[in-house]
């Protein structure tokens, strides 16, 4: 199965700054590659599927880029309800697979 | 909009049968997909399997052996069957739903903590 790898692993930012997260694939996933936003008690909310497209109702400050491996969840100008987990999704080979999270914390 | 409710038994023993059930409110149910995913305490996110309104399944080969997902489109409902728990099968497990061909989740129940136990 694809192993997908997310650094790092904790990213400690103010409000304001902007958030680069990491995600990388074991093998090429082309951009079949979604990002979801994890607070405590609440389900995953989906912020990017296809490398780079918002979901639905999703600010414009959250981006997606990359395909092959590597891909990168931009996040601009953070704001408070930002600080929470993402997780990075493949769905381009059988079984969907998921990264391990990066913690993204008020600094 | 579509809302998804979950239920089913949180606390079993080990050797148990974990059993749970998703109905669908609003939207199309036979126009998506239905999965289910688990996430362990501290753990990341473990997709459990899928089934689609002709009733043909998709499972994680890592559970596939106690895995049975089911479909009841008279109900709008689809369950998960995991059979011979153990303590490792301690998870939030999630009901989820998808729009083929996307394979990404944008549909999401809230969750059932299910506890495995002695």
């Known amino acids: 199965e694809v192993v997908l790898t997310q650094s790092p692993g904790t990213l400690s930012l103010s409000p304001g700054e902007r958030a680069t997260l990491s995600c990388r694939a074991s093998q090429s996933v082309s951009t079949y590659l979604a990002w979801y936003q994890v607070k405590p008690d609440q389900p995953p909310r989906l912020l990017i599927y296809g490398a780079s497209s918002r979901a639905t109702d999703i600010p414009d400050r959250f981006s997606g880029s990359g395909s092959g491996t590597d891909f990168t969840l931009g996040i601009s100008r953070l704001e408070p309800e930002d600080f929470a987990v993402y997780l990075c999704q493949q769905y381009h080979r059988s079984p969907t697979t998921f990264g391990q999270g990066t913690r993204l914390e008020i600094k | 909009q579509v809302q998804m409710q979950q239920w089913g038994a949180g606390l079993l023993k080990p050797s148990e049968t974990l059993s749970l059930t998703c109905a669908v409110y609003g939207g199309s149910f036979s126009g998506h997909y239905w999965s289910w995913i688990r996430q362990p305490p501290g753990g990341g996110l473990e997709w459990i399997g899928e089934?689609?309104?002709?009733?043909?399944?998709n499972y994680n080969p890592s559970l596939k052996s106690r895995v049975t997902v089911s479909l009841d489109t008279s109900k709008n409902h689809f369950s998960l069957n995991l059979r011979s728990v153990t303590a490792a099968d301690t998870a939030i497990y999630y009901c989820?739903?998808?729009?083929?061909?996307?394979?990404?989740?944008?549909?999401w129940g809230r969750g059932t903590l299910v506890t495995v136990s002695s």
């Open positions: 989820v739903g998808f729009k083929p061909p996307n394979w990404y989740f944008d549909l």
């Open positions: 089934i689609i309104h002709s009733g043909d399944t």
